[in-house]
């Protein structure tokens, strides 16, 4: 019965495919048009790549013609001794993801470094909060991957499931596209490259980044604003060798600087300050600029002595009532020097895009939503996304309905908005928070930090809903 109604069901897509060729053809009026697809993803970053897999892996998806177009050119993977400066902290649920599609096991063929623990500490006062592994979760906190590392493991996939409804395309830079309106039923996206070629599909799906010219041709709202902040990524040479899998960060009046840990004796920074400030440590000798790290994690800043008074009485308040008061916290690691040439900055920004789907459309990862780096929280809510799409996209096949329907594309903007939204928002808090150091709002966040890090039950739901 099943069997019977899903050859209907894709008799009847190749029907659609042959009757809108045709359409599209004469609205392209153009020999370099390529053909029509069910679905085209816009854009083979980490989040794209990884909803082809999803895609190709799921038997109910896997018969939809898929183009993938990507605008960079297919580069050649070596997985070198060096690691390479762009690292992600991916959550337990980016794991089970990545495992459900086969990827983690490339990802740990290569390398990987759990975070077993993981220390945040604030350089205007004593509070400090600290989530093991052991106490919390009963796994790792986090993995940290390099980015390529993490593409290529989706791409040895892709390459393996051999799937003949998938096409990649490298070196697409796409140019424009005309998106089906919403009188428009037929719902047809047409993708035109700088190279002329043009592509038809039913369902276009944005995953081109935080400048999105997906997200641009939807006309949705988008908001967005710059930090005037950069985030500057070196690897790590620390001065000592020790297990390292614990993550550190350490809020400054400037920004967090973060250290995350790659294996024995090296580290990945991510450093966020201020525009000029990431400028000027970019042009710093190697040894000035480790010194200016050094300072970075271990300098004492001035302190407010009320701050200060207030502080020890919740520490006695805290340990009078049998909890922990941030004493117990460990000194982080020195730095000994820099691999050559991983010193780079990227700017740093915040965007929502207030609706995710459109008439046939609909967006994923860093093109419907952009944070600051400082919870290592930004592909992990694009990994979110492909999960509640796939998911929602392979019940629709199931039951029988059109890929663009708009209950399920509905479904899936109200269910990722639901997550994604207070993330963000509480992360755009804590960037708030921290960059001040007026001693009443240091008082509050610290107050605030210290009680959060005293209660396992409040510190379980701040990771269970990290891990998400
Ligand atoms: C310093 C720093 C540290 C970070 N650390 C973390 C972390 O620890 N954990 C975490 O979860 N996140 C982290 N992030 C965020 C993370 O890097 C992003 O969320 C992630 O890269 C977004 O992936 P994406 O695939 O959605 O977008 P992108 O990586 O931007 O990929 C978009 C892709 O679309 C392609 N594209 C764009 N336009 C076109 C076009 N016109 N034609 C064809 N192709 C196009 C691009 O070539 C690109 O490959 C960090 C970010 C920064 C800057």
Redesign the pocket.
């Known amino acids: 019965m099943i069997l019977n109604t899903q050859k209907f069901l894709l008799k009847n897509l190749k029907n659609t495919r042959k009757l809108l060729n045709i359409r599209l053809l004469s609205t392209v009026g153009d020999e370099k048009y390529k053909g029509n697809y069910d679905v085209i993803i ?7 790549c990884t909803l082809a897999c999803a895609m190709a892996k799921n038997p109910l998806l896997s018969s939809l013609k898929v183009l993938l ?4 050119p297919d580069k050649k993977f070596e997985l070198k001794p060096e690691y390479s400066n762009r690292v ?2 991916l959550s337990q649920n980016t794991k089970l993801l990545m495992s459900s599609i086969n990827v983690w096991q490339h990802v740990e063929n290569m390398r990987l470094q759990p975070v077993r623990h993981m220390q945040v500490w604030d350089a205007c006062s004593d509070a400090m909060i600290s989530f093991s592994s052991s106490e919390i979760l009963d796994d790792d906190v986090a993995y940290i991957v390099e980015n390529d590392v993490l593409l290529h493991a989706v791409n040895t996939e892709l390459n393996k499931t051999n799937n003949k409804n998938l096409d990649i395309v490298y070196g ?3 140019d424009s596209y005309k998106l089906p309106t919403s009188t428009d039923r037929e719902l047809k996206s047409l993708v035109k490259l700088a190279n002329g070629d043009a592509y038809s599909c039913q369902l276009l799906i944005g ?4 400048n999105s ?1 997906v997200r641009r041709a939807m006309g949705v709202q988008y908001v967005s604003w710059n930090y005037k902040q950069m ?1 500057v ?1 070196a690897t790590l040479h620390l001065a000592e060798e020790t297990e390292n899998t614990t993550a550190w960060q350490r809020w400054l009046p400037t920004g967090p600087v973060a250290l995350l840990p790659l294996d024995s004796k090296r580290s990945s920074l ?1 450093w966020s300050t201020w525009e000029e400030n990431a400028k000027e440590l970019l042009k710093l000798p190697e040894e000035q600029f480790v010194d200016a790290l050094n300072d970075a994690l271990w300098k004492q800043y001035p302190r407010s002595s009320a701050v200060d008074a207030c502080m020890s009485w919740v520490g006695g308040c805290l340990r009078g009532a049998g909890l922990a008061d941030g004493a117990a916290r460990q000194l982080p690691p020195s730095v000994r020097g820099i691999a050559p040439a991983s010193r780079a900055a ?1 700017p ?1 920004g915040f965007g929502h895009s207030t609706r995710y789907v459109a008439p046939g459309v609909a967006l994923v ?3 419907a939503h952009r944070v600051h ?1 400082l919870a ?5 809510l ?1 990994f979110g996304d492909i999960k509640e799409l796939t998911e929602l996209l392979a019940d629709t096949v199931y039951t029988g309905f059109d890929i663009t329907h708009p209950d399920w594309m509905r479904r899936y903007e109200s269910e990722r908005q639901k997550h994604n939204v207070p993330t963000q928002l509480a992360i755009e808090a804590l960037h708030r928070l921290y960059t001040v150091d007026f001693p009443p709002v240091v008082l509050l966040r610290s107050i605030g930090v210290q009680v959060t890090n005293a209660l396992q039950p409040i510190k379980k739901f701040v990771m269970a809903h990290a891990a998400t």
């Open positions: 816009a854009g083979g970053g980490m989040v794209g177009l990507e605008g960079s992600v902290a697409a830079k796409i995953a081109d980044g935080a010219a985030g990524v991510v990227f740093l990862g860093d093109a780096p290592g929280q930004g592909v992990n694009g």
